[in-house]
């Protein structure tokens, strides 16, 4: 795999793979603490051992899940990037922000239309709104830390790819899925975007005005 012009080996990548996996299902594992925390209540009250490791296996092995996902599409988001590059040439940074327009406002209109008005529109506002600042942090960063272009496409990763990744917990039934998912894989799409470049060799530190 190349970033940058440069090479990826492939002890890099296995080793990119496997923390990813390990990270995501952390996360997922974490985040289930405050998302079911009841369930883990009721196995310390009377206390339940095998109860316990059984919420942790699950958890863990549903951020390994998450984590195979946000691989995936982070792997698509690479080849994406590479075809809008020699489509739209200097325009695909302009086409890159009319998508993350696109798909904030569909995850507004859609899910606010889907639960007919009982949930209240400011939530999915906050939500959408959430997902931004964070991808505008994250883009940042990127930027910074490799060239002032990179902005773009690492916006696009956090803000449509994340969505795309997400719209299975968004369609399960209730919120815990969609909670523990999201967190899981703004995380790992935050650390193989973040990691590329210090694998690749392809620091070049710029300020961004």
Request: hydrophobic share 55%; charged share 15%.
């Amino acid at each position: 795999m190349k970033a940058g012009g440069k090479r990826v080996n492939t002890r890099k990548l296995v080793r990119l793979f496997f923390t990813t996996l390990l990270l995501g299902g952390l996360v997922t594992l974490i985040t289930s603490f405050f998302v079911n925390f009841d369930l883990y209540v009721e196995n310390l009250r009377p206390f339940n051992g095998f109860g316990l490791l059984g919420l942790v296996y699950w958890y863990v092995l549903y951020g390994f899940i998450y984590s195979i996902i946000s691989q995936a599409g982070f792997f698509a988001f690479l080849f994406i990037n590479r075809i809008g590059l020699s489509i739209f040439r200097s325009f695909w940074s302009t086409v890159q922000y009319v998508l993350v327009a696109f798909v904030l406002f569909d995850l507004v209109y859609f899910p606010y239309q889907a639960t007919k008005g009982e949930v209240a529109l400011f939530w999915y506002i906050l939500m959408a709104g959430a997902l931004l600042v964070y991808g505008l942090i994250i883009a940042r960063i990127k930027a910074k830390e490799t060239r002032a272009h990179a902005f773009a496409p690492a916006l696009f990763l956090m803000v449509v790819m994340t969505t795309v990744e997400w719209v299975p917990g968004l369609q399960a039934e209730g919120t815990d899925y969609a909670w523990l998912m999201i967190f899981a894989l703004l995380a790992c799409n935050t650390y193989q975007l973040l990691i590329l470049h210090r694998l690749s060799g392809t620091e070049q530190p710029k300020e961004v005005k």
